[in-house]
């Protein structure tokens, strides 16, 4: 899930749970079926780092269709999405939604952001769009929740780590 996938107007409210999120350069790429696939290195990629990693794959060009697109710099974690309960992995593309976070975690009222819900808007399409994080109190009755689905996912073996090599972060339960 990410902010981006949101529509105009629309948010989502999330829980924090990684320690860390995971820092990753992600390049996307289309085959000849027009499928697309995100491609993440840890370090920011060189075109033949690109070139090696995508082997049939094309690296996906520009907005304006002018240029291929660059590597984008994103932060995921898995998250509590109280929209069905369930623990998801949430990326964040945004230079404006990481500096915001950034931000907020500085905040001594906001230090430990794992104490905290966290609601992502969006508002505008395209060009024109302007994301916000607003934090909020944990919702009454919700830690209980919250901690129990991380603690199964955990069991479960999920890792981010398994997004840099194209694999399943939530282990073995899709």
Known sequence: MSASKLGDGESVRVAILSEEPLETWTVWAENAEQ???PFRFVDEPSPSDIEAELGDWKQRLNYEQTELERPKFSISFFCFDYADEKVKVFEITQKTLMKELDGISQSEDYEDLHAWDMVFSREGLKMNTTYKILPGPRKKGM???IDAAWKEAEGKGYDLQ??????NPFGESL
């Open 35 to 37: 499928q697309k696939k």
């Open 162 to 167: 398994q997004l840099l090599v194209g694999g």
């Open 143 to 145: 830690q209980e929740k």
